[in-house]
């Protein structure tokens, strides 16, 4: 009969991977971070703008909704809370037209309602991340216009 024998390692050497062999895994890594990595936040602070802009379109449907019960956008005074909370003047009323309230933008800022508007019939926008009116990139403003 023929016997099986394990294979094992030489004596005085033991079964694994060598410093130098880590060392260009770990140079392959930082590498690739250094590529992927600005382009991936790039994406995600895009992907706030985009979320902005949606939740505008949002807004802008439920005031549209709004306006056929009403007759009227709400005044700037009123703002976008009516389309949660009825306000007193507002016959015909058929709302909430918001299921959750009025959300916050993603930059965790009140959106801007303007009736009448300088750029559209209801001016809605954010004022981006730093929270004031201009900007470029992050910054910029977002708005239905």
Same mark, same amino acid.
């Given at each position: 009969?023929?016997?099986?024998?394990?294979?094992?390692?030489?004596?005085?050497?033991?079964?694994?991977?060598?410093?130098?062999?880590?060392? *260009? !895994?770990? !140079?392959?890594?930082?590498?690739?971070?250094? +590529? &992927?990595? $600005?382009? &991936?936040?790039?994406?995600?602070?895009?992907?706030?703008?985009?979320?902005?802009? &949606?939740?505008?379109?949002?807004?802008?449907? /439920?005031?549209?909704? @709004?306006?056929?019960?009403?007759?009227? @956008?709400?005044? =700037?005074?009123?703002?976008?809370? /009516? +389309? !949660?909370?009825?306000?007193?003047? /507002?016959?015909?009323?058929?709302?909430? @037209?918001?299921? =959750?309230? !009025? $959300?916050?933008? $993603?930059?965790?800022?009140?959106?801007?309602? *303007?009736?009448?508007?300088?750029? /559209?019939?209801?001016?809605?926008? =954010? +004022?981006?991340?730093?929270?004031?009116?201009?900007?470029?990139?992050?910054? =910029?403003? *977002?708005?239905?216009?």
């Amino acid at each position: 009969m023929h016997k099986l024998t394990s294979k094992r390692a030489l004596p005085g050497r033991q079964a694994g991977f060598t410093l130098i062999e880590l060392l *260009v !895994v770990l !140079v392959i890594l930082g590498l690739l971070a250094g +590529l &992927v990595g $600005p382009n &991936v936040l790039n994406a995600l602070g895009g992907a706030k703008t985009k979320t902005a802009r &949606v939740q505008i379109k949002e807004l802008e449907q /439920a005031l549209e909704m @709004y306006k056929l019960d009403v007759g009227s @956008y709400p005044s =700037s005074s009123q703002g976008l809370e /009516a +389309l !949660v909370d009825r306000p007193g003047d /507002a016959d015909g009323w058929n709302g909430p @037209y918001l299921k =959750s309230g !009025v $959300p916050k933008d $993603p930059w965790k800022q009140e959106f801007q309602y *303007v009736y009448p508007g300088t750029r /559209a019939d209801v001016d809605i926008f =954010s +004022l981006g991340q730093d929270g004031s009116e201009g900007g470029e990139g992050e910054d =910029s403003d *977002v708005g239905n216009w």
